[in-house]
């Protein structure tokens, strides 16, 4: 990895803390959108995989550090993001070879709905249930309005993602 490519990962997790701490919209009880669910899904779409799961696994441990959080969530929480980036950057990778935008925009909301319940849902619950001591089942439950939450976020900002793909890319590559 070159020092350009670095740097834009590290650009990316400072948008992605700075959009979970600056625009918080609430929407459960006392949890917020996470909005910065749209720079991981921008990385994943324009650029690779692995770079938007590395800016959710290190944009969440910096947003629950910075944040006053501290420890919890944060573990299920950022594993649950790298699993996010690999089932939803594995798939889309298949799924660019679909020529029509508008199929392409719906097959990877699919996807991304399926990764952010097997990254939240599952992974983040399985996690969570042992740092805090509590039944899967319990953490399963609990965790339910992160992955609605979160799912939603990354299938809105797909939209975004295909308005910024040759933009992004020039500024990138160029």
Same mark, same amino acid.
């Not at 009880?29 to 324009?46: K, R, S």
């Not at 959710?56 to 420890?71: A, T």
């Not at 298949?94 to 990764?115: D, E, F, S």
């Given at each position: ?37 749209? +720079? ?12 938007? !799961? *590395?800016? @959710?696994? &290190?944009?969440? =441990? ?35 070879? +679909? ?12 996807? !991304? *709905?399926? @990764?952010? &319940?097997?990254? =939240? ?54």
């Amino acid at each position: 990895m070159k020092v350009k490519d670095i740097t834009f990962i590290a650009l990316g997790v400072a948008l992605f803390v700075v959009l979970s701490m600056c625009l918080r919209v609430p929407v459960f009880e006392n949890y917020y959108l996470c909005l910065g669910y749209i +720079v991981m899904t921008v990385y994943i779409w324009c650029f690779k995989w692995y770079e938007g !799961a *590395i800016i @959710g696994f &290190f944009g969440v =441990i910096l947003y629950c550090l910075i944040g006053g959080l501290g420890f919890n969530g944060m573990p299920g929480w950022s594993v649950g993001n790298i699993v996010i980036g690999l089932i939803t950057g594995i798939s889309l990778k298949y799924i660019k070879r +679909v020529k029509n935008k508008t199929l392409q925009v719906m097959l990877t909301a699919c996807a !991304a *709905i399926a @990764g952010t &319940f097997v990254g =939240i849902e599952l992974i983040k619950s399985l996690i969570d249930s042992f740092v805090v001591g509590q039944p899967f089942t319990v953490r399963f439950v609990k965790n339910m309005t992160s992955f609605i939450a979160d799912a939603f976020v990354i299938v809105a900002s797909l939209p975004i993602c295909v308005l910024l793909e040759n933009s992004a890319k020039k500024i990138r590559y160029e």
